[in-house]
């Protein structure tokens, strides 16, 4: 096995695209993306070869900070993991001396020393969708109260502040424009997505990427102003009904925490089953160190 770069490693990453277990995640628009986000990283690409041949390819984003390596297939809650036949074991040792490492195993089939997280993936199979009657029902609903879903055209100033809204309301990991911006511009050819519009304001958004045929929806929210009009039902079932169009075979609703019950039982209404998915996390003697060192600072912030 060995690391390439992207130049060297692309090409070769490129036979391993057409996957069945490929998903947006996986494609090198987003890993261009993720880079251009966490910045000082590079995109790397542990191969694997089996007589002379690659066999597997595990695609990264590495970073440096004061000579410390840091290796992310995860980055931003994002299934990639390897692609191909990746050799079950040995393969942690071309970490060693790394810091701090998140590798994706979404098919289960990497075998490490490290501590490992099972994380339920919530998917739909979109050859068995059957959305809730209460779920159908409320979309009926928030279309016959006014509510307009319009198909996302791209990046707006309009979808931006509308993004910025959701996201004061509810918290959590937010792109800045120009982030947002190139989300859109690296995912051109994997996105689809919807907007929800109340008397002509946007209050409800779903943006979703596509590949093969796996489908993900990534960004979503809505005004907790209009949560009585329960847009995302109509805005989820519509990009449901967009993917089975585009030829998916699967809707990823995405990971819910394993505490959070009621997500899970709102996904399930739409007919998702969730899947364990195993990330494996390697964290040096010297990143507990520093965290724990870091700890009391970030508590007195």
């Not at 040995?90 to 590798?103: E, L, N, P």
């Not at 509510?147 to 792109?175: D, I, P």
């Amino acid at each position: 096995m060995e690391f390439l770069g992207y130049r060297e490693g692309s090409s070769i990453y490129l036979r391993f695209l057409d996957s069945p277990s490929a998903t947006p995640f996986h494609t090198l628009s987003w890993l261009r993306f993720v880079k251009g986000v966490l910045g000082n990283s590079r995109i790397a690409f542990l191969v694997w070869h089996d007589e002379g041949y690659p066999s597997g390819v595990l695609p990264l984003v590495e970073r440096r900070f004061w000579g410390a390596r840091f290796a992310f297939s995860v980055p931003f809650d994002a299934p990639g993991g390897p692609l191909g036949s990746p050799p079950p074991e040995g393969w942690h040792r071309a970490f060693d001396g790394y810091w701090h490492v998140r590798v994706c195993d979404p098919e289960r089939t990497l075998i490490t020393p490290w501590e490992t997280l099972l994380v339920p993936v919530h998917v739909i199979d979109l050859a068995r969708f059957n959305p809730s009657r209460s779920q159908v029902r409320a979309a009926r609903q928030a279309e016959r109260r006014g509510l307009v879903v319009e198909e996302l055209s791209g990046f707006s100033e309009e979808l931006h502040e509308l993004y910025m809204r959701v996201k004061a309301q509810r918290g959590g990991l937010t792109f800045g424009r120009r982030a947002l911006q190139n989300l859109f511009s690296e995912m051109a050819g994997h996105t689809f997505g919807f907007v929800g519009r109340h008397e002509g304001k946007p209050v409800a958004f779903i943006l979703n990427f596509a590949h093969n045929q796996k489908a993900v929806s990534y960004l979503h929210g809505f005004d907790r102003a209009f949560a009585a009009l329960r847009p995302m039902s109509a805005l989820i079932i519509r990009s449901v009904e967009s993917a089975i169009e585009r030829g998916c075979s699967e809707f990823s609703l995405g990971s819910t925490a394993p505490g959070d019950p009621g997500l899970a039982a709102f996904k399930e209404s739409f007919g998702a089953s969730a899947r364990p998915m195993r990330i494996h996390i390697k964290q040096g003697a010297l990143f507990r160190f520093a965290e724990r060192a870091r700890r009391p600072f970030r508590k007195s912030l």
